[in-house]
């Protein structure tokens, strides 16, 4: 029988961990959608979002340079976050804390139209947390087994002879 050592129990929790934090993200409440907008052109996005937690958006641009608003609003119409983008992608988190109706609302800045993706939605933060101390504790692991075998190696020298 052979013996786990700790870097293979780290690499194993370590996947665990990864695999579950992607699969509890890739089922959160979320939507997207494309849009085509014109100079000025301002259209929303809208998603209900449950109790509290960690929401996210993503925004793709055809060109860079082109640049578009995007702000974040509550079930009462409050703006919760705001942001020029001038990228090809970004990805961005905000913080909710009651569940509603929450609204992205997008308006063109450039100066012709543009055709605009946009991912909105919820990460499901707070059920990721045993899968992200999985990850932790695997990662942790892997690092004392590597710094384990550095401390114990051996570099033999070749010995000198001055004359």
């Known amino acids: 029988m052979k013996k786990l050592s ?32 014109d100079v000025a052109q301002t259209t929303s996005l809208g998603l209900k979002l449950q109790n509290s937690g960690i929401g996210f958006y993503k925004v793709s641009l055809p060109e860079l340079g082109d640049a578009v608003f995007i702000q974040i609003l509550d079930s009462d119409e ?6 020029k983008i001038e990228t090809k992608t970004v990805v961005d988190y905000f913080d909710f804390s009651n569940s509603g109706v929450y609204i992205l609302r997008v308006t063109n800045l450039s100066d012709h139209s543009i055709q605009i993706g946009i991912e909105f939605g919820d990460t499901n933060s707070s059920q990721m947390k045993y899968f992200g101390f999985s990850l932790f504790v695997g990662v942790l ?4 087994s590597g710094y384990r075998q550095l401390k114990n190696y051996k ?6 002879k001055i004359s």
Do not use: C, N, R, Y
């Open 141 to 144: 692991l892997m690092m004392i």
């Open 155 to 160: 570099i033999a020298q070749p010995d000198e």
């Open 6 to 37: 700790l870097f293979k129990i780290g690499l194993v929790l370590s996947i665990i961990g990864t695999v579950g934090v992607g699969i509890i993200f890739s089922e959160g409440e979320k939507v997207f959608q494309s849009f085509q907008l």
């Open 78 to 83: 409050h703006i919760i976050a705001d942001k």
